[in-house]
């Protein structure tokens, strides 16, 4: 297993998008179509942004000494990108704070889930970071493709969540090149074992956690109990449901030979595809890499 052949595509490009977003005016609570169960998925998600992207940078970075110059130059790309979409998610996050919810328990969640795997060596990480940058590839890429996702939200806030996906769809083969560099020696089975039973642990967290989150943050909208459960999981799991709709996609991760880039869609990034090439105001980016 010495030989690793990277099938992200050649023409990639990776481009930081520098913007900001929901500045000017206050977003309403329910910024989303006016509805607690889909205001609070989407708000349990971005609550994970700040700590968790950063815990991916950290995780990526500890494997780039001696990565290909390609690579290298898309881990700083990446870095760049969930540099801003941190700052972008915790503004966000403060809105919802000035709306009137109270995200402790969430952020508390967060930060006790990135501790355990914290624990652990740098190696596993790594494979959660892959495992969860395939998770949020396979989210933006059903958001982007399919409007009903943002139906009825507040155009600042779908603007928000647009753009997110559309960089994390660039970005996506990032995490999992780096795997398939700093693995590179192991033998195919170890390889395979480690990512999925990764894969698993991550899902079962990522899912409980998220669920229990969206629950709390509709506690604070005053539904509870099988209402809200009733909601949130025909939200998630029926209409449009969005958890239901990356299954497929969730399960071609376990298939030998699988790569992020396996599927080009580029497509979807649209009107995207163009700007932060010189659409976008001349401010410096920070670069953190
Ligand atoms: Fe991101
Ligand atoms: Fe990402």
Redesign the pocket.
Known sequence: MSTTILPTPADLSITPRDRRFGRSAAEPRLWHGGRAEATAIYNALSTTFPRG?AF?VESVRAFRDGVPPRLAEEIKAFTTQ?AIHSREHDAFNKRAAQAGYDLSMLEAQVEKRLAITRGKPPIVSLAATMAL?HF?AILAHQLLADPRHLDGADTEAADLWRWHAVE?IE?KGVAYDTWLYATRDWPRWKRWKVKAKVMLYVTRNFVVDRTAGALELMRQDGVTGLRAWRMLLWYLWVRPGMFRKIAGAWVRYFLPGFHPWDEDDRHLLGAYAAIGTGDEPKRKVRRAA
């Open positions: 992207e991916f969930e940058e949020t994390e970005h």
